[in-house]
């Protein structure tokens, strides 16, 4: 299945890319991925185009010689972002050079060049800044050069670089590596380094990413990049697979100069402001102290001037966080440890190997990862609430190694072409430290919890080799066309392997789990206690996914002002399941079980003809490249991570039951209400999800206008509005409220049905109405957004840069995107949002008074009102800047912002989990231990930034000294929005500063002192 799926794969790819080539017998080009580009015009004294003068291009790679056409252009593209230095010359006409031009990631830099007449002793040099404004770009977003980020106060790792940017803010739990970006949730970004989309197979997001652990993150640091582009709208056709942001990073070269660094960075804990503590009734886990540190060495150089050049880093990285158990060591016994460390260690490699064949042909081989590891103790911060340290555990293994062989030619002055094979691999792998089972008592307060850790994952892998081929043209055509076309291909893998420590129990129909089973204690007001026993009774599968996708986007420029930018991408997505085959060879919807009689097969559905046409227009507005409106309109698909796959189309078959015993001898009976539920033996995930057919992929639909103008030398200010609207949602769905399951309406109390489907108000529910409940309906998925930035960017000239922006933004609607981030569910395409339906009168009529169910349902919806999403951040403000005078250079960073949206949130009555449905309308707020609060106290950040340089011959010693927090900061960014923890068990800490079940405080991180040391040659 999976070779035919590839062959399928491969022959789609092969025919779309010769339909291309056929459509454009031309050739072409315009933004790479990889690399920038100048271009220009070459003009006589009468402003007449000059052809055939010899344009020299020049850095530390070397020079490439290019000659203008009939119309005076020259154009040269693959340029590793650097500086470069352009010379033209021409018979007759005194040669003119251009230096200081900086090549940014995937810019077009345009210059004009106007020759006078002369000799060829006579040169004439132009001192002007480069062009700030790329009149070509529809973009919004920002380029992040290493250079400068290393005089601003910034942290190291390139996710935490990515809030300088407008219109990327804080996802609300997702980790501060996988932001929010125009309002999207954290993982539906994609990230892509060298070419290599190292986007987390499993659930999204950056690097490595777990179901537990959440963001482990990527170690990759700026020590390795040349440059970070951010796109936060607006991508042109190449890009796809996110309806949230790109962010594309490039990695350093070598050159013809020898480089090379050495490099320290020390957070000492003796540096920072103390760290504020919280105690709450169920018990909180406090930080005390964060030190870290990180060394390294990097360095590049030819192996063959001009040709062949060599850059490699290894940069170590050694953090530790010092936990301390709740403050009533009666209750939480760990709390005689004191204060106990959580020790991490990341070792950062990067390499890369160019060779320049020729001046038109460059081939590039990287590799770069960040193996890590995590010693035994406390690597989740909630086992110091337990009652002795049998959960500590370690972190075997966990990081990434990515790997992509690059090639860049220019086929002849109007043809380039380009090809890409990479591979991105992810592992986690967790050891507990003892093997019992966890057990946790939640009929005291603070509750207690005892054994082994529980549930664990034993070792979670995920894979992705790409293939990718890419042309681009120029021609004339009623102007002059510049067309970029390629397609792409994934191949990827997932394994989710989970596990629950302890050994192995027996359930009430002979089944015994793979590995252990964990214990709840539940209060009940009739029994006193049940016991709840829940465990695996299979294996994780191994899934695949096959991920095909072809573009093709045009920059057609009308005459000297209008440019054009029409784009179309399409997008073919297949899921497998693993094994068992889960599914039949005679099924009319995957998922539905055949006839009876087919053969067994792993499930697989499709998604394609994904159309996403984009359209873009930029007008100059003064003629001269200093100024330009512009406009954007397209769609944008997601690509769906294989959490879906794995649990919707394999699934690790899980069992839960309750008993009157500790033992498990004596089940409840069905019927019965206890523990909250009249339900007490149920198998999960023995079946797959039932998927539509004909569904479509999420996507976005997105328009983006605005202005930028060079209101100084050097000094770039700009408005844009983008507005954004995700109104084809998929996700799963069961077609009964919750109350027919406790009502065991047509005996549906087991197991819920999950169907694959797109959100809408068009899908069929049960209809209880002849038992007297009325029919609950499910309702348009709603997300927009809408935004207004203001840019204000001047490159580093004059002694001092600026990089500065204010954004006011509005997120409203019913649905987050892959990442619902109220409670911290990681389950891209089937969060449980629209798990039941949302239009549900019977709720809170029948619900409520019956059962105990608390909040309402229809907050979930659009019925009551349109609420506002967590990622709603009305206001953003930051102004990052540097000054150098001499040898000293002095920056600052500085964030202001609105504090995270809070709604009070009751427990799902059917799963029994917190978090789940909202009390009121979404951002109304709550009662905190504070004072009522809509919003959590607002961002007020001040970072700054000391430098001073020694220099020692043709070397330099940097001394480095940042203040993060300056003015110690420690307000509350969250508070516990769970009224209930279980279903029908009150949360003792609810509205108290803390992340909804984690037990450990929502403070801001105090003021932190970072020193750092660099010595360069």
């Given at each position: 299945?999976?070779?035919?799926?590839?062959?399928?794969?491969?022959?789609?790819?092969?025919?779309?890319?010769?339909?291309?080539?056929?459509?454009?017998?031309?050739?072409?080009?315009?933004?790479?991925?990889?690399?920038?580009?100048?271009?220009?015009?070459?003009?006589?004294?009468?402003?007449?185009?000059?052809?055939?003068?010899?344009?020299?291009?020049?850095?530390?790679?070397?020079?490439?010689?290019?000659?203008?056409?009939?119309?005076?252009?020259?154009?040269?593209?693959?340029?590793?972002?650097?500086?470069?230095?352009?010379?033209?010359?021409?018979?007759?006409?005194?040669?003119?050079?251009?230096?200081?031009?900086?090549?940014?990631?995937?810019?077009?830099?345009?210059?004009?060049?106007?020759?006078?007449?002369?000799?060829?002793?006579?040169?004439?040099?132009?001192?002007?800044?480069?062009?700030?404004?790329?009149?070509?770009?529809?973009?919004?977003?920002?380029?992040?050069?290493?250079?400068?980020?290393?005089?601003?106060?910034?942290?190291?790792?390139?996710?935490?670089?990515?809030?300088?940017?407008?219109?990327?803010?804080?996802?609300?739990?997702?980790?501060?590596?996988?932001?929010?970006?125009?309002?999207?949730?954290?993982?539906?970004?994609?990230?892509?380094?060298?070419?290599?989309?190292?986007?987390?197979?499993?659930?999204?997001?950056?690097?490595?990413?777990?179901?537990?652990?959440?963001?482990?993150?990527?170690?990759?640091?700026?020590?390795?990049?040349?440059?970070?582009?951010?796109?936060?709208?607006?991508?042109?056709?190449?890009?796809?697979?996110?309806?949230?942001?790109?962010?594309?990073?490039?990695?350093?070269?070598?050159?013809?100069?020898?480089?090379?660094?050495?490099?320290?960075?020390?957070?000492?804990?003796?540096?920072?402001?103390?760290?504020?503590?919280?105690?709450?009734?169920?018990?909180?886990?406090?930080?005390?102290?964060?030190?870290?540190?990180?060394?390294?060495?990097?360095?590049?150089?030819?192996?063959?001037?001009?040709?062949?050049?060599?850059?490699?880093?290894?940069?170590?990285?050694?953090?530790?966080?010092?936990?301390?158990?709740?403050?009533?060591?009666?209750?939480?016994?760990?709390?005689?440890?004191?204060?106990?460390?959580?020790?991490?260690?990341?070792?950062?490699?990067?390499?890369?190997?160019?060779?320049?064949?020729?001046?038109?042909?460059?081939?590039?081989?990287?590799?770069?990862?960040?193996?890590?590891?995590?010693?035994?103790?406390?690597?989740?911060?909630?086992?110091?609430?337990?009652?002795?340290?049998?959960?500590?555990?370690?972190?075997?293994?966990?990081?990434?190694?990515?790997?992509?062989?690059?090639?860049?030619?220019?086929?002849?002055?109007?043809?380039?072409?380009?090809?890409?094979?990479?591979?991105?691999?992810?592992?986690?792998?967790?050891?507990?430290?003892?093997?019992?089972?966890?057990?946790?008592?939640?009929?005291?307060?603070?509750?207690?919890?005892?054994?082994?850790?529980?549930?664990?994952?034993?070792?979670?892998?995920?894979?992705?080799?790409?293939?990718?081929?890419?042309?681009?043209?120029?021609?004339?055509?009623?102007?002059?066309?510049?067309?970029?076309?390629?397609?792409?291909?994934?191949?990827?893998?997932?394994?989710?392997?989970?596990?629950?420590?302890?050994?192995?129990?027996?359930?009430?129909?002979?089944?015994?789990?793979?590995?252990?089973?964990?214990?709840?204690?539940?209060?009940?007001?009739?029994?006193?206690?049940?016991?709840?026993?829940?465990?695996?009774?299979?294996?994780?599968?191994?899934?695949?996914?096959?991920?095909?996708?072809?573009?093709?986007?045009?920059?057609?420029?009308?005459?000297?002002?209008?440019?054009?930018?029409?784009?179309?991408?399409?997008?073919?997505?297949?899921?497998?399941?693993?094994?068992?085959?889960?599914?039949?060879?005679?099924?009319?919807?995957?998922?539905?079980?055949?006839?009876?009689?087919?053969?067994?097969?792993?499930?697989?559905?499709?998604?394609?003809?994904?159309?996403?046409?984009?359209?873009?227009?930029?007008?100059?507005?003064?003629?001269?490249?200093?100024?330009?409106?512009?406009?954007?309109?397209?769609?944008?698909?997601?690509?769906?991570?294989?959490?879906?796959?794995?649990?919707?189309?394999?699934?690790?078959?899980?069992?839960?039951?309750?008993?009157?015993?500790?033992?498990?001898?004596?089940?409840?009976?069905?019927?019965?209400?206890?523990?909250?539920?009249?339900?007490?033996?149920?198998?999960?995930?023995?079946?797959?999800?039932?998927?539509?057919?004909?569904t479509e992929l999420t996507y976005t639909d997105e328009l983006v206008a605005g202005v930028e103008f060079e209101a100084a030398p050097g000094l770039n200010l700009g408005v844009r509005y983008i507005h954004r609207d995700l109104s084809t949602v998929l996700e799963d769905y069961a077609q009964a409220q919750p109350l027919l399951y406790y009502l065991g309406y047509g005996g549906i109390y087991q197991q819920v049905e999950y169907i694959i489907d797109n959100i809408s108000a068009d899908l069929e529910t049960i209809d209880p109405t002849d038992q007297g409940i009325p029919q609950a309906f499910f309702e348009d998925p709603v997300n927009k957004y809408d935004a207004v930035e203001v840019t204000a960017n001047k490159v580093f000239s004059g002694n001092w840069s600026l990089?500065?922006?204010?954004?006011?933004?509005?997120?409203?609607?019913?649905?987050?995107?892959?990442?619902?981030?109220?409670?911290?569910?990681?389950?891209?395409?089937?969060?449980?949002?629209?798990?039941?339906?949302?239009?549900?009168?019977?709720?809170?009529?029948?619900?409520?008074?019956?059962?105990?169910?608390?909040?309402?349902?229809?907050?979930?919806?659009?019925?009551?009102?349109?609420?506002?999403?967590?990622?709603?951040?009305?206001?953003?403000?930051?102004?990052?800047?540097?000054?150098?005078?001499?040898?000293?250079?002095?920056?600052?960073?500085?964030?202001?912002?609105?504090?995270?949206?809070?709604?009070?949130?009751?427990?799902?009555?059917?799963?029994?989990?917190?978090?789940?449905?909202?009390?009121?309308?979404?951002?109304?707020?709550?009662?905190?231990?504070?004072?009522?609060?809509?919003?959590?106290?607002?961002?007020?950040?001040?970072?700054?930034?000391?430098?001073?340089?020694?220099?020692?011959?043709?070397?330099?010693?940097?001394?480095?000294?940042?203040?993060?927090?300056?003015?110690?900061?420690?307000?509350?960014?969250?508070?516990?929005?769970?009224?209930?923890?279980?279903?029908?068990?009150?949360?003792?800490?609810?509205?108290?500063?803390?992340?909804?079940?984690?037990?450990?405080?929502?403070?801001?991180?105090?003021?932190?002192?970072?020193?750092?040391?660099?010595?360069?040659?």
């Amino acid at each position: 299945m999976q070779q035919r799926g590839v062959a399928l794969a491969l022959g789609s790819w092969g025919a779309a890319l010769m339909g291309l080539a056929l459509l454009c017998p031309g050739s072409a080009w315009t933004q790479e991925t990889t690399s920038g580009s100048i271009a220009g015009r070459v003009t006589d004294p009468q402003e007449a185009p000059v052809a055939g003068a010899v344009v020299t291009i020049s850095s530390d790679q070397g020079s490439r010689e290019l000659v203008t056409d009939a119309r005076g252009r020259f154009y040269a593209p693959y340029l590793t972002p650097a500086v470069y230095s352009v010379e033209v010359r021409m018979a007759g006409f005194s040669p003119v050079e251009r230096r200081n031009v900086t090549v940014h990631l995937g810019q077009r830099v345009e210059l004009p060049f106007g020759l006078q007449v002369g000799t060829v002793e006579e040169v004439l040099q132009v001192t002007a800044e480069s062009p700030v404004v790329d009149m070509s770009s529809t973009t919004a977003g920002g380029v992040l050069d290493t250079a400068q980020l290393q005089a601003l106060p910034v942290g190291r790792k390139f996710t935490e670089t990515l809030y300088m940017v407008p219109g990327v803010s804080d996802g609300s739990g997702v980790g501060a590596a996988n932001p929010s970006i125009s309002g999207s949730s954290g993982l539906n970004n994609n990230y892509i380094v060298d070419g290599v989309n190292i986007t987390n197979t499993g659930y999204g997001g950056v690097g490595v990413y777990t179901f537990y652990f959440g963001s482990l993150g990527s170690g990759v640091t700026t020590d390795f990049i040349k440059e970070t582009q951010v796109k936060s709208a607006g991508f042109e056709a190449e890009y796809g697979e996110a309806n949230g942001g790109v962010v594309n990073v490039l990695t350093k070269s070598g050159s013809n100069v020898f480089h090379g660094s050495l490099f320290g960075y020390w957070r000492p804990a003796a540096l920072e402001s103390s760290w504020r503590s919280l105690e709450t009734p169920n018990g909180t886990v406090n930080t005390t102290a964060y030190p870290s540190l990180d060394v390294g060495v990097s360095a590049g150089g030819p192996l063959v001037r001009d040709r062949l050049f060599v850059f490699g880093a290894f940069n170590p990285q050694y953090e530790t966080r010092t936990l301390l158990a709740p403050d009533d060591v009666e209750s939480f016994p760990l709390r005689a440890l004191g204060e106990t460390d959580r020790d991490r260690r990341t070792l950062s490699y990067a390499a890369k190997l160019t060779w320049q064949a020729s001046a038109n042909h460059r081939l590039d081989l990287s590799v770069f990862g960040d193996p890590s590891h995590g010693t035994t103790g406390p690597q989740r911060d909630w086992v110091m609430r337990f009652q002795d340290a049998t959960a500590f555990s370690e972190l075997t293994g966990y990081g990434g190694d990515n790997q992509a062989l690059r090639y860049n030619g220019v086929l002849n002055n109007s043809w380039l072409l380009e090809a890409m094979v990479a591979r991105a691999s992810t592992h986690h792998d967790e050891a507990p430290s003892v093997d019992e089972a966890n057990v946790g008592d939640r009929t005291v307060v603070p509750s207690v919890i005892s054994g082994g850790i529980g549930f664990y994952e034993s070792g979670s892998e995920g894979s992705n080799l790409q293939l990718s081929l890419k042309s681009t043209n120029l021609f004339g055509l009623a102007g002059r066309h510049e067309l970029r076309y390629g397609a792409q291909y994934e191949d990827i893998s997932f394994l989710q392997g989970n596990s629950f420590t302890g050994p192995a129990f027996t359930f009430p129909n002979g089944t015994q789990t793979v590995g252990g089973a964990y214990l709840r204690i539940l209060p009940d007001a009739e029994f006193g206690r049940i016991y709840r026993w829940n465990g695996y009774t299979g294996s994780a599968p191994v899934t695949t996914q096959h991920y095909l996708s072809w573009f093709a986007q045009d920059t057609w420029q009308i005459g000297g002002r209008l440019t054009l930018r029409p784009g179309i991408r399409w997008e073919r997505q297949t899921l497998l399941g693993g094994d068992p085959p889960l599914c039949y060879d005679d099924e009319e919807r995957v998922g539905d079980g055949g006839s009876g009689s087919g053969n067994p097969v792993r499930c697989e559905y499709t998604w394609t003809d994904n159309w996403g046409p984009r359209f873009g227009a930029v007008f100059d507005l003064t003629g001269s490249g200093r100024a330009k409106v512009f406009a954007s309109l397209g769609r944008f698909f997601v690509k769906i991570p294989n959490d879906l796959a794995a649990r919707g189309m394999s699934g690790q078959p899980r069992a839960q039951a309750d008993y009157f015993d500790e033992a498990g001898t004596e089940p409840v009976p069905e019927g019965v209400l206890a523990g909250g539920q009249t339900w007490h033996f149920a198998q999960f995930d023995l079946y797959p999800a039932l998927f539509a057919n004909g569904t479509e992929l999420t996507y976005t639909d997105e328009l983006v206008a605005g202005v930028e103008f060079e209101a100084a030398p050097g000094l770039n200010l700009g408005v844009r509005y983008i507005h954004r609207d995700l109104s084809t949602v998929l996700e799963d769905y069961a077609q009964a409220q919750p109350l027919l399951y406790y009502l065991g309406y047509g005996g549906i109390y087991q197991q819920v049905e999950y169907i694959i489907d797109n959100i809408s108000a068009d899908l069929e529910t049960i209809d209880p109405t002849d038992q007297g409940i009325p029919q609950a309906f499910f309702e348009d998925p709603v997300n927009k957004y809408d935004a207004v930035e203001v840019t204000a960017n001047k490159v580093f000239s004059g002694n001092w840069s600026l990089f500065a922006s204010y954004r006011w933004s509005r997120l409203k609607g019913n649905f987050e995107g892959f990442f619902r981030s109220d409670n911290g569910q990681s389950d891209p395409a089937i969060t449980s949002l629209f798990d039941f339906p949302t239009n549900d009168v019977s709720y809170t009529e029948i619900g409520a008074p019956m059962f105990g169910f608390q909040g309402d349902i229809r907050y979930q919806g659009t019925t009551l009102g349109e609420g506002r999403l967590p990622n709603d951040r009305p206001h953003q403000l930051r102004i990052y800047g540097t000054y150098v005078w001499r040898d000293l250079n002095l920056g600052v960073g500085f964030n202001a912002g609105s504090g995270r949206l809070m709604t009070a949130l009751a427990a799902n009555p059917f799963y029994g989990n917190g978090g789940e449905i909202p009390m009121t309308l979404r951002g109304s707020g709550f009662e905190t231990v504070d004072r009522f609060r809509e919003r959590a106290p607002a961002d007020l950040l001040l970072d700054l930034h000391v430098g001073y340089t020694l220099r020692l011959g043709n070397s330099r010693l940097q001394l480095m000294a940042d203040v993060f927090n300056a003015l110690n900061n420690r307000e509350p960014t969250y508070y516990d929005p769970d009224v209930e923890g279980p279903f029908g068990v009150p949360n003792p800490d609810f509205g108290y500063p803390k992340y909804g079940n984690w037990p450990y405080p929502a403070y801001r991180t105090p003021r932190q002192v970072r020193l750092g040391a660099r010595f360069e040659w």
